[in-house]
Structure formats: structure tokens, C-alpha cells
């Protein structure tokens, strides 16, 4: 066999891509690992869209090294990062939000998982030791963490956080779908869709890791939770029901929900009597076992009581993600699958 057909293929030119507004205590820890990469000639530039910031978040991305670029008026992240892969000048588009730093050896993972000329995408995970101390930033950040590492690596799906894609796939399929997806939401889960429809390969590798910076609050998780993601979700689902089921709409998944709903029931009906004390304890001990490698996870990195806290806010997310789809299913049949109500508009 001639050395010619036993060379790999040049390693792809990367292309950084970090859309942001007023993110300037962000981009001053998320900025730097990448700038360092591009130096060292890992990555082939940084771009930065400023959707219109009205902070210095823009001179702040030029002084740190970044290529930036002016988003021209608000566009939100998804149009943001349509902008530059335009005029990126690499065969690849690494995403990555300005909220979340990179690890070091994040390059070396998109190119193995690219080796591969099927594969059009490759995506991670957030690390297990985020930077926000408070319980909601810990509980997300931590189970993120491990649906990431628990779904499968011909993943169904992408993730925009910290996800590279092929340019020419990218644009074969018209990047993200700004026009249904106007504010950040699943755009990036819809855009993995078309891509795996369009016949490519999406591995998802937990080790290609990046710590989050977002702090979570109570107000604010549940309006992203529901409003942001699992109505949109919710729908997507509902207009393609051949999805593949992946993540955290694994069956498995689906029937932890049911016994999140079992266990609210026991637990409201024990104090007025129609069921014997021991209920509680009982549904309590079913749902651990059931979450046990989560709880297992909530344990090994923050101890016993947040763990319990954990488990029992875990029965929350399943009871509004639950609550959402039923209202996009009976949505669904008021419209007939169009989205508009008969007789309106």
C-alpha cells in the first residue's frame, strides 16, 4: 500500500466562534485558554460576535486577542454564530459560548472525533466542579454533567455549548434556525436533528470537557427550563416523532417522570390520612434507587444533604418538564399540528 493511501488527512482549520452581550466578566476567563490556543496554532482564529453589548464587552475581546466582529444590532446568539461561520475562516466551527472556559486539551478531542469523515459534529460536557457555589448553579451544572456522560457517543442530538461542527455541513443545512428559534432555545438540539437527517454523524465525548460560569436562580432556571426548552423541546418532538430517544427523553427517563408524579401523590396523600406513614419513606427510597447513579453523583461531589436536596429538586424538573409536554400535546391537538389556534389570527 503506497504511503499516499496510508496518510490521514490534514487536521481540520478550526474556527473559534463566541457570540456575547455585556458578557465582560465572562469573556475575561473564557477568553484567554482560547486566545492561548490560537497562539500555539491549535485553533486558527477567535471570533467574537458583540451583538450589540452596551458595555465595553467589544474592546475587552479585542484587548484579550479576539478577532471581533459587530453583530450590526441584536441578533441573538443562534443568527450571531450564522454571521461569522460565514466569514470564518475555517473548515470547522467550534461553538463556545462566553460563559463557559475551555479545558486545554478540548482541540485535541475535536479532532479525533472528526478523523472520521461521517462524523459532521462533535460535542461534550460540562465538567463536574463548576464555580458557582449555590445549590441551583451545583444542580445543574451536575446534571448536565451526567446526562452528558451517560448518552450515547452516536449521539441523536448537538450541544452549541462547547460543540465543533464542519462548516460545509453546517451551511448545507442553513445553520441554526433563527427564524422559529428567535431567543435562545434548543436550536442547537434542532440543528443536530437536520444534520443527522441530512446523513451525517454527531459524537457526542464526555471527556471533551469545559467548566460553566453561569449562576442559576430559582426564577430564572424555571423560566429557561420550560419556556426555553422543554416546551420547544416538547414541540420538536411532537412535529418529529421518529426523534431518537437520547439524553434526557430516554425511556428510562420517561418513566422516572411517571414515578415523580407517584411520589407527589403519596407525599400529599400521607398527612391528610389516605395512606399509612410508611408511604412516604417507602416512594422516598423507590424514586433514590431509582436516580441512584445521580444521587450517586450529587454525593460524591457534595455531600450527603445535597444529595437529598438534589433527588427531591430532581422530582420538580421532572414534574414541570412532564407538565410542559402535556400542554404541548394538547396544544398540538387544539391546532391540528400548526401551532395556531383554529379561528384566531
Known amino acids: 500500500m503506497s504511503a499516499t493511501a496510508t496518510a490521514k488527512p490534514p487536521k ?14 465572562f469573556i475575561v476567563q473564557s477568553l484567554p485558554p482560547l486566545v492561548a490556543m490560537a497562539e500555539r496554532g491549535e485553533v486558527a ?18 484587548g484579550l486577542g479576539a478577532r471581533v466582529i459587530p453583530s450590526g ?11 461569522a461561520t460565514h466569514v470564518a475562516r475555517g473548515d470547522v466551527v467550534w461553538f463556545v459560548d462566553a460563559d463557559v472556559i475551555v479545558h486545554d486539551d478540548a482541540v485535541g478531542f475535536i479532532v479525533d472525533g472528526l478523523d472520521d469523515p461521517g462524523v459532521v459534529a462533535v460535542f461534550g460536557s460540562y465538567d463536574d466542579r463548576p464555580p458557582a457555589g449555590n445549590f441551583l448553579s451545583q444542580y445543574k ?57 441530512a446523513g451525517g454523524r454527531i459524537v457526542l465525548n464526555p471527556e471533551f470537557q469545559s467548566t460553566h460560569l453561569k449562576v442559576w436562580r430559582f426564577i ?8 426555553c426548552r422543554a416546551i420547544p423541546w416538547s414541540r420538536l418532538m411532537l412535529e418529529q416523532p421518529g426523534m431518537t ?37 417507602l416512594i422516598l427510597v ?18 450527603p ?36 389556534v383554529p379561528g384566531k389570527g
Open 12 to 25: 481540520p482549520l478550526i474556527s473559534v466562534i463566541m457570540p456575547v452581550y455585556n458578557g465582560r466578566e
Open 45 to 62: 482564529e477567535v471570533i467574537v460576535v458583540d451583538d450589540s453589548s452596551t458595555d465595553d464587552t467589544a474592546q475587552i475581546a479585542s
Open 73 to 83: 444590532g441584536r441578533l441573538g446568539p443562534g443568527a450571531a454564530r450564522n454571521m
Open 141 to 197: 451544572n451536575l446534571v448536565h454533567h451526567f446526562y452528558h456522560h451517560r448518552g450515547r457517543r452516536d449521539a441523536g442530538t448537538f450541544w452549541s455549548g462547547c460543540g465543533a461542527v464542519r462548516k460545509a455541513a453546517f451551511l448545507s443545512v442553513g445553520g441554526f434556525d433563527v427564524e422559529r428559534f428567535k431567543r435562545p432555545s434548543i436550536e442547537d438540539i434542532e440543528l443536530g436533528y437536520r444534520l443527522r437527517h
Open 220 to 227: 430564572n432556571l424555571l423560566h429557561t427550563e420550560i419556556f
Open 245 to 281: 430517544d437520547d439524553l434526557n427523553i430516554s425511556p428510562m427517563e420517561r418513566m422516572r417522570a411517571v414515578l415523580a408524579g407517584i411520589f407527589v401523590l403519596v407525599m400529599l396523600a400521607v398527612p391528610v390520612g389516605l395512606l399509612p406513614w410508611w408511604s412516604a419513606p
Open 286 to 303: 423507590i424514586v433514590a434507587l431509582a436516580n441512584h447513579r445521580l444521587v450517586a453523583l450529587f454525593y460524591r461531589r457534595k455531600g
Open 305 to 340: 444533604l445535597f444529595a437529598l436536596a438534589g433527588l427531591l429538586f430532581h422530582q420538580l424538573y421532572y414534574l414541570y418538564s412532564s407538565a410542559a409536554f402535556v400542554y404541548s400535546w394538547l396544544e398540538w391537538k387544539v391546532t391540528g399540528g400548526t401551532g395556531a
